[in-house]
């Protein structure tokens, strides 16, 4: 019973709360899909009623809203919070004469919102990473591809396996300092690792030196060579 259980050294849950955790990790994990037009269209009238001028210089004669929920998707599939709208809109007006491809603009947003993605990777103020060793570095940055707007790396495939296999390894790692899996990574090779990573080990972490917050140490407990 409960009582035995926690007597031995057992955490003992009630179901409704297993239940609750289990909803709110499925929710969390696939808000991106919940947001679309109709939800962003809502999410700015209501910016723009202090915000108004920020709001007209850029949606939709320099940005769509086509192109703001892309981006606004990129960041929820991450698990990035949009509450901060001001910033959000802010990096795309500071950036857009700069490129107007989704995938590069999402990582300015990111890089603003540094403070957000820190905590969120964060154990009591220490941020356990994997790192790239400066070899494997710049043979990713070598196979970096665009196709169709999107950033990818093309690798070989027995290093592709290699580093899947170490990625997958390390897992253990982090779970002994209760922290999740993070790759650490320069910006520039940040998005086309995320995307490549995805399409054999979905949800890996992967963040840049650019979003890292000053508030935190960095701790590697690996290192990819």
Do not use: W
Request: include cysteine.
């Amino acid at each position: 019973d409960k009582n035995r259980a926690e007597a031995i050294g057992f955490t003992v849950v009630d179901v409704a709360t297993v239940i609750s955790t289990h909803l709110t990790e499925l929710i969390r994990r696939n808000c991106y899909k919940l947001i679309g037009r109709q939800e962003v269209s809502k999410l700015l009238d209501i910016f723009s009623k202090k915000n108004p001028k920020l709001v007209e210089d850029l949606i939709p004669s320099l940005f769509s809203l086509g192109e703001l929920v892309s981006l606004l998707k990129n960041l929820l599939f991450e698990s990035v919070p949009i509450k901060d709208l001001q910033s959000i809109l802010e990096t795309i007006a500071d950036n857009i004469h700069k490129t107007k491809n989704v995938d590069i603009l999402t990582e300015f947003v990111r890089q603003a919102l540094s403070g957000y993605i820190t905590n969120q990777f964060a154990v009591e103020k220490t941020l356990y990473v994997l790192m790239l060793a400066p070899k494997l570095e710049e043979l990713i940055r070598q196979s970096l591809r665009s196709s169709d707007g999107q950033i990818t790396i093309n690798l070989p495939p027995d290093k592709a396996q290699a580093i899947i296999q170490d990625l997958t390894t390390a897992v253990q790692y982090f779970e002994n300092f209760g922290a999740q899996p993070l790759l650490l990574v320069a910006p520039e090779l940040r998005r086309g690792i995320k995307n490549y990573l995805d399409r054999y080990i979905g949800g890996y972490n992967v963040m840049s030196y650019n979003e890292v917050s000053g508030s935190v140490d960095i701790k590697p407990i690996a290192t990819l060579e």
